[in-house]
């Protein structure tokens, strides 16, 4: 019964854990593309080859194009149009060409008019240079290499290999840069900054206020109030940014409202990094204190009444309750939310980059957020998945660590009895 | 939740209700506003609607440029929130129930893994997400992003039940067994009726995050034909060719009806499961 | 076991179904489009196929085949989304058959093997190919091979807010003059400065919306580095110009410096952007040809000509008036059959005839792509395009394709904007972009 | 069908809490498995039923081994503490359930639950959902579903502990006659004597996982082997004193009492006793008088009960027929009935 969910987990859980684990030591990105590379030499891989192997940079270099017999031998055995041969080899046998183009002129003027498929595959056959040429195959490459009169030594084809491979190789390149950028730095500020803030603010103070103020209010009155702060939960992300958007806009409610003020209006969500925290913090703090909420409700409505009636009959005020009745046995449910939503809140990017997308700069960027932007979203398109995996790596530690932390906290050990039932 | 009242005839409760209703006061407005702008139009400058109107919900007849049918879209919103639901309820009532009754080697730590996968910033793995998805051909298909996205929230609703599980009295199910029913006859005629309770829950909630859902159907099925409301919203608004807070938000009041109708039949069932956390 | 039999005879008729619907229409061929950046007036880059398709199928129908093309369209508003969508979809093997994406992408596509070349199904020498200017052919090829048919072309000038310019004291002549003079060089980016400080000292505009810049990051950017002397790239190698980058940072800087340019200018809503330029409330900008679709078809700006004064990006210390093309191309993906990309490649052909491409050119202010294109009627009649043709298009660069450029684009934008946003100073956005650069990059781009 | 616990030890984890039990339950006999909480009489009630497997040992049924059978294939009918009716069905269907289980036809399994309805009276609540119940009401349901699939053996685990006083003495004999009507054999799991000693044929007190003593009532009540046996039967309990060996006497080490007793010839001299004295032992009819000071009088309406201090600090307890002339405060001089004294060793064990 448990293998449906076990399979799921598996297979959308824990590998995707070991892939991120994977592409993190890796150099994955839109140019090496995820399943691998070829083998090809372009003019990047002459530049890296200049520097060590200067012949052979200097003597790939440049695309030669030869009409000769092995070429025209090739070309009658793919059966095409039995004119092409002839033509060539009684027109343009030891031709040579300095670029592909220039011998493709030649064959797209014969008489048999072949197509430009055609043209491709006979100009193939007479190309007796490796550049631009894709290999499949580090093999294949080498091989054309010494056809071409290049003896390579074992750590030259290594090298040759290297300059010339496309794919994605092993590095751990992508933590250096985690470790050394003063802008993973900043980011990773940022985000102990979010979370601190939104936390402490939110999460425990603001649903902490909530369900005492609640608990002093008449039931009916008290639920309409909780159902008014669990609203931003339950709204699906996208409407719920719209409405911060709304109101924060250029043209939205508060540069209306302070228009009646005669203060010009101006983007309040974008306007400068303070206003963008100001913003960021509120829109996901709404949302955070309704977990808080419940919580603490719950609890106040587990303490027993007579310790309310106790108090007031011992001369205790409002104040006086809350800090001696209520926020003693309200230590637990603290704790749990606290470490709860803090790995809530590491996650979470919804909110901010559908707000202010880590703007404005990279003001509002935390660190999932960026891990989004390196592997899959940015305006060059170069999606750094090798990076982004490191990053989100860096996270899954984290939530490791703190999930850990927590399960000691709340003494997993005695969540988990024994069945009663042996069969 | 048991209304009983608690208040105490010692403290007033009007200034708490004033203060609380001060600051929940911007919230309201937002949603006040959201619902008031769809159906009317203002003055440039004023507050104040001056006509009312329907023309914003023309792209329920209209079909806008460059985006796909509405109803379809909708359509597939309900698809994948149902699916949703379906599958995290069969799977994590099954779950649960083993996790909370049955004698499995390594139960203490498919237990553990679980809680701690409950608590996992799992969105940030989308990208081996998506590697695993496409390499079981499932990239930019409902059901692949279905599985996805109940996998994810897997944890959670089996730690729910199981939680809720423990609450059965460990004697229904002896009586059961001694009655001489099999196992899975005990969990699906004794144990089940008595979770309804949390069933219910469980299942609403993950209607509701299933509807919500944005960035995983954004990322892993672009495509138009399986677009959902999160993306097709997301994407009015990105547009900002088009850029009309009025449209967006009568698209968006659109897209909340059904949450806000299910939150005001099932605000009870609910409140049930996000109190729930504390069990675990 | 009584099920094998019956999923046998169903697959039986499934695949006799399927067959048969092959006979019924020999070639029945669905060709998907995606477009990225496209907003309502650039209907035309997805919709040409449709026009394409129409003269394909007659011309089958003479030569006696049956053919039958569905276009599916999908048009991106955004460029981030679209990336996104198109890299994984191509990963997944489920890519559209054509794109219509920016030039720079096909640098690290062609290298993950994610796009075919063009030149392997369209023969470069053939009508309407061979009339495409070369220096776009230029900018679709990469490692010796055509990988784009180019889509459009563009470039992006400076605008001057005409009634602003003469409040502070220029004459119409000299508003007449202004773009000879940027071309000269004797109208500098000190000037740009100066006289938007004018503006806003006078009081036409307010502080922060003197030098009005594009709100995000884009091609652009590289325009200023040019105008200060930089060079993105020499004989495939990337080049980081440092001293020019240092005094591009510098402007942006000492424009912020100067209060009038906002320091948190990036990331504003370009709606709102929108709005303010074409209603008068930015001095000087600088946008694209194709912002003139937008703001008059769009944003009501009715009479332009009056108003707008139009110029290359003048040049800064060091360097000279330039603009950038950044065009648009068709590309073809990989894994597909033969047969559909042959068809598709077709399709770009009939595309990129003049009379269709110059449906897109006016429609939404780009600039058309071949000598022959400025002689169709719609094209030639159009004021805009031909005078931003003639004054622009032969000062255009382009941004390199080069795998490695978006790394490299990344890493100076970053700089960019911290230094912009005061986050650090011009030297040391500079030095951390060259440590990033070299570290990253190494062998593959030239420090100077 | 005899029941027979041959050698059943039971540990969970490190923890041993039965070990090399030997039980014999009759055909048709009713024993109590009695004793405090934790001693272990549910383990081996759960052992009995299956739904907890034997460390080592062996179980049978009659003649059939059931040690290593699931709960489903041993045929047994339980009655547990809480009932554990199953609230989502009505009590037809509760009491069917069993039949539902075996697949027996619909017509057929409501015969049965009429039939067995009718013999526990509640033929009139079929229809009712448990929460509709009474107690009582349940706990007859609780009965039928046990009875309704003739068990080779009735299991009862405290079935009146959640029962008001007076149902209890209702109930109690309820059971009783069912299960003399039926001729099941049945265990019953109860801390409380009272219980145990209305109900069953033959009772086995345990303690600490090992059953201390197993006879009848009043075998049981008149010749515990043990001071725990005897002083956990009886109302109110019996008062122990403790004291020493002394010439074949016991005696308190103050002296203040010396009591001659014929079990105590050959214990030497100073060896450490416990004397005890039930209740109906010490009053005016007794052989050996002593002293001491009412510190406690109540009555029970047709008796009265005294705590007596004697002068070293111990305590006697007293039962009598009701009299007015003793207050709390008063010096008494009672007797104790030297025959009826019960005397055990520092280990506990009667002497």
């Avoid at chain 1, 979470?348 to 999932?368: D, M, N, Y």
């Avoid at chain 3, 332009?304 to 000279?320: D, R, S, W, Y």
């Avoid at chain 3, 897109?360 to 094209?379: C, M, N, Q, R």
């Avoid at chain 4, 002296?255 to 030497?268: D, F, N, Q």
Wanted: glycine share 8%.
């Amino acid at each position: 019964m448990i293998a449906p969910a076990a399979i799921m987990i598996f297979l959308f859980f824990l590998m995707p854990v070991g892939l991120t684990a994977i592409f993190a030591m890796t150099s994955m990105s839109t140019a090496t593309g995820i399943s691998g590379g070829v083998w090809q030499v372009t003019q990047g891989a002459v530049n890296r080859l200049e520097g060590d192997m200067p012949a052979l940079a200097e003597g790939i270099a440049q695309p030669r194009f030869v009409v000769d017999e092995e070429g025209l031998a090739a070309l009658e055995a793919l059966k095409l149009k039995p004119g092409y041969v002839i033509e060539l080899r009684a027109e343009h046998v030891g031709e040579v060409f300095p670029s592909r183009r220039e011998a493709e002129r030649v064959i797209k003027a014969l008489k048999d008019r072949p197509s430009t498929r055609e043209v491709k595959q006979i100009s193939d056959l007479f190309n007796r240079s490796v550049l631009n040429t894709r290999f499949e195959s580090r093999e294949a490459l080498v091989r054309s290499l010494e056809k071409l009169g290049f003896k390579l030594t074992p750590e030259e084809r290594d090298k040759v290999a290297t300059a010339t491979y496309t794919g994605w190789v092993w590095t751990t390149d992508n933590f250096r840069m985690i470790g050394n950028s003063p802008d993973m730095a900043q980011i990773f500020l940022n985000t102990a900054f979010y979370v601190a803030v939104t936390l402490l603010l939110f999460n425990v103070s603001y649903a902490l206020f909530l369900a005492v103020t609640t608990h002093y209010m008449p039931p009916t009155t008290a639920s309409v109030f909780r159902a008014i702060w669990l609203l931003p939960r339950i709204t699906p992300v996208v409407i719920y940014v719209l409405m911060w958007k709304w109101l924060t806009w250029d043209n939205g409610f508060l540069s209306l409202l302070m228009g009646q003020f005669g203060v010009p209006p101006k983007n309040y969500l974008l306007d400068n990094s303070y206003n963008a925290w100001f913003f960021v913090i509120l829109i996901n703090g709404f949302i955070g204190a309704s977990m808080g909420m419940l919580v603490f409700s719950s609890a106040i409505k587990a303490i027993p009444e007579t310790q309310f009636h106790a108090s007031e009959v011992d001369g205790a005020s409002r104040w006086q309750q809350i800090r001696y009745i209520i926020l003693p046995q309200l230590r637990w449910p603290i704790l749990f939310v606290t470490c709860y939503q803090t790995l809530s809140l590491l996650a979470s990017f919804q909110e901010i980059h559908l707000s202010t997308r880590g703007g404005p700069g990279k003001a509002t960027e935390v660190w999932s957020l960026a891990a989004f932007h390196t592997a899959l979203n940015n305006y060059t398109g170069n999606l750094e998945y090798g990076l982004g995996a490191a990053m989100a790596l860096v996270l899954v530690v984290v939530g490791l660590v703190l999930s850990l932390i927590y399960l000691r906290v709340f003494r997993y050990d005695t969540l988990i009895s024994k069945p009663l039932i042996e069969d | 939740m048991s209304e009983q009242s608690k208040v105490s005839a010692n403290f007033s409760s009007l200034p708490v209700i004033l203060l609380l209703g001060l600051v929940s006061l911007p919230l309201v407005l937002m949603y006040a506003y959201l619902l008031l702008d769809t159906v009317s139009n203002s003055e440039a400058g004023s507050l104040i609607p001056s006509e009312f109107t329907l023309e914003h919900w023309s792209f329920l007849w209209q079909m806008k440029p460059g985006k796909p049918n509405i109803w379809l879209v909708t359509l597939n919103t309900f698809i994948f929130a149902s699916c949703i639901t379906a599958v995290i309820l069969i799977v994590s009532s099954m779950a649960g129930y083993v996790l909370s009754r049955l004698n499995l080697p390594a139960r203490g730590f498919f237990l553990a893994g679980v809680m701690v996968l409950h608590a996992f910033p799992s969105v940030t793995l989308i990208i081996a997400i998506f590697i695993v998805l496409q390499y079981i051909g499932l990239y930019n298909s409902l059901v692949g992003v279905i599985l996805v996205k109940s996998a994810i929230d897997l944890p959670l609703g089996i730690w729910l039940m199981k939680g809720f599980y423990d609450t059965v009295p460990w004697e229904i199910e002896m009586a059961g067994i001694v009655d001489g029913a099999s196992r899975f006859a005990v969990w699906r005629r004794l144990v089940l009726p008595q979770i309804k309770p949390a069933i219910m829950a469980l299942g609403l909630f993950s209607f509701l995050t299933g509807w919500s859902e944005f960035i995983l159907p954004q990322v892993l099925a672009p495509g138009a034909h399986v677009q959902v409301l999160s993306v097709y919203l997301a994407s009015l608004i990105a547009d900002d060719n088009n850029f009309d807070f009025a449209t967006f938000k009568a698209v968006g009041v659109f897209y909340v009806i059904p949450v806000l109708i299910l939150y005001v039949f099932f605000q009870k069932h609910l409140m049930n499961i996000y109190g729930g956390g504390t069990k675990g | 076991m009584t099920v094998l039999p019956i999923l046998k005879s169903a697959t039986l008729a499934a695949v006799l179904l399927a067959s048969t619907a092959v006979f019924a229409s020999a070639r029945d061929v669905t060709i998907s489009v995606w477009s990225g950046g496209s907003g309502p007036n650039d209907n035309y880059r997805t919709d040409a196929f449709d026009i394409a398709a129409d003269i394909l199928e007659r011309e089958a129908a003479i030569r006696g085949e049956e053919l039958n093309i569905i276009i599916q369209k999908t048009p991106y508003n955004g460029w981030e989304d679209f990336k996104q969508a198109l890299t994984l979809a191509a990963e997944a093997k489920k890519a559209p058959n054509i794109v219509a994406t920016g030039h720079e992408d096909i640098g690290p596509w062609a290298q993950s093997g994610l796009i075919v070349p063009v030149e392997d199904f369209i023969d470069l020498d053939s009508w309407p190919i061979s009339d495409i200017y070369p220096n776009l052919m230029e900018i679709g090829s990469f490692n010796g091979a055509v990988y784009g048919i180019p889509q459009d072309a563009e470039s992006r000038p400076m605008f001057f807010w005409k009634p602003y310019m003469k409040a502070i004291g220029y004459t119409d002549a000299d508003i007449d003059a202004l773009p000879v003079k940027v071309e000269k060089g004797e109208y500098t980016l000190k000037n740009v400065l100066e006289d938007a400080k004018k503006m806003q000292d006078k009081g036409l505009v307010q502080a922060g919306y003197g030098f009005y810049p594009r709100t995000n990051n884009g091609p652009d950017y590289w325009q200023f580095y040019t105008s200060f002397g930089g060079v993105m790239e020499e004989e495939g190698k990337l080049v980081f110009d440092k001293a020019a980058m240092k005094r591009t940072y510098q402007y942006f800087a000492d424009l912020v410096k100067a209060g009038v340019t906002k320091k948190n200018h990036i990331g504003m809503p370009g709606d709102q952007w929108w709005k303010e330029v074409a209603t008068g409330k930015a001095g000087i900008w600088h946008g694209g040809t194709w912002h003139y679709a937008r703001l008059v078809n769009q944003e009501g700006l009715k009479d332009f000509f009056g108003n707008v004064q139009f110029t290359l990006i003048p040049a800064g210390e060091g360097g000279k008036a330039n603009t950038l093309t950044h065009p648009l191309v068709y590309l073809l993906t990989s894994g597909h059959t033969e047969e559909e990309t042959q068809i598709a490649a077709d399709l770009i052909k009939i595309a990129s005839e003049p009379r269709i491409n110059a449906l897109h050119a006016i429609k939404s202010a780009h600039l058309g792509i071949s000598p022959s294109e400025t002689k169709v009627d719609l094209y030639a009649g159009d004021r805009w395009a031909f005078e931003a043709t003639e004054r622009l298009l032969p000062h255009a660069n382009a941004m390199p394709n080069n795998a490695d450029f978006g790394k490299y684009w990344t890493i100076m934008w970053k700089n960019f904007e911290a230094s912009w946003t005061g986050a650090k100073t011009a030297d040391a956005a500079v030095n951390d972009a060259e440590n990033e650069l070299k570290s990253t990059l190494g062998y593959a781009i030239i420090i100077r | 069908m005899r029941i027979l616990l041959d050698k059943f030890s039971k540990s969970f984890g490190a923890t041993k809490v039965i070990e090399d039990m030997d039980l014999n339950v009759g055909s048709g006999e009713m024993l109590a498995l009695l004793g405090p909480s934790g001693c272990g009489k549910s383990t081996t009630l759960f052992a009995i039923c299956g739904i907890h497997r034997p460390t080592s040992g062996r179980i049978l049924f009659g003649n059939r081994d059931v040690t290593s059978l699931s709960s489903q294939e041993r045929n047994v009918g339980v009655v547990f503490q809480s009932y554990a009716l199953y609230p989502h069905m009505t009590v037809a269907e509760n009491i069917g359930f069993p039949l539902t289980v075996r697949r027996m036809t619909a017509a057929e399994i409501n015969k049965r639950v009429a039939e067995i309805a009718a013999l526990v009276h509640i033929d009139n609540l079929l229809d009712r959902k448990p929460s509709q119940l009474s107690g009582g009401q349940q706990q007859r349901v609780a009965l039928a579903r046990a009875l309704i699939r003739r068990p080779d053996v009735l299991l009862l685990d405290e079935p009146l502990a959640n029962l008001d006083a007076k149902l209890r003495l209702e109930m109690r004999s309820e059971i009783r006659r069912l299960q003399k009507e039926t001729g099941i054999t049945a265990i019953l799991v109860t801390h409380d004597q009272v219980e145990a000693m209305s109900m069953c044929d033959r009772i086995a007190i345990m303690k600490a996982g090992e059953i201390v003593q197993i006879a009848t009532p009043s075998e049981m009540y008149n010749d515990p082997r043990t001071a725990f046996v005897a002083g956990f039967l009886g109302n109110p309990p019996i008062s122990f004193l403790t004291g020493r060996a002394k010439q074949g006497a016991f005696a308190l080490d103050d002296g203040g009492l010396k009591l001659p007793l014929a079990a105590l010839s050959g214990i030497p001299d100073g060896t450490a006793l416990t004397l005890g004295i039930r209740p109906e032992h010490f009053g005016i009819g007794g052989d050996v008088p002593v002293e001491g000071k009412v510190t406690f009088a109540e009555t029970q309406g047709r008796e009265n009960l005294y705590d007596v201090v004697l002068p070293d600090g111990s305590a006697l307890r007293s039962i009598q027929p009701a009299r007015s002339d003793v207050k709390p405060g008063d010096s008494v001089r009672w007797s104790l009935d030297s025959k009826a004294a019960l005397v055990f060793g520092e280990d506990g064990r009667r002497l």
